[in-house]
């Protein structure tokens, strides 16, 4: 009995894959991450990934319905990380505002890192503006979903 060669070649095709796929998985590590984030006290879990340097001074030249993540660095720095937090979250035909483009901008603990404190809304953030905390846009704009409820 004979082999058919078109056979041979689709078994060593998928092999071949099969092998790749975990050396694949490795190369995408930190291309996108998933983390938890805040919208309106609910915990959601979002991917992003960061536009490259030369495309984000476009995006927001162009594009005025950038959704907004609050991050804080300083909290980092101060051993107390935080949970991001948006302003947005897709809804029935992607929700009232909704854009998958998204301006980082971050919070500055205006009591140093005795004051970190972990906002759970946006409304929270803007509440607190001048008082506890300075807002600082970035220029770092990121591709982000939601992609489902937050860890429990």
Known sequence: ??????????????????????A???HTKGVFSQIPAYYDA??????????????????????KSINIIY?????????????SVIDAIPGPGEGPGFNP??????????GG??????FKSDNEILSQVGITIALTPTTEIY??????????
């Open 113 to 118: 890192c005795g004051s970190v404190v972990q």
């Open 42 to 63: 609910k915990l959601f879990t979002i991917t992003f990934t960061e536009l490259p340097s030369g495309g984000e001074a476009a995006v927001l030249k162009r594009n």
């Open 24 to 26: 694949m998985a490795e």
């Open 1 to 22: 009995m004979r082999k058919n060669p078109l056979w041979v070649l689709v078994i060593l095709t998928l092999s071949f894959l099969a092998l790749s796929v975990p």
């Open 101 to 110: 483009l998204w301006q980082e901008v971050q919070i500055t603990y205006l």
């Open 71 to 83: 991050q804080s660095d300083q909290a980092e720095q101060c051993n107390t990380p935080v949970t």
């Open 143 to 152: 591709t982000c979903s939601v992609v489902g409820p937050g860890p429990k």
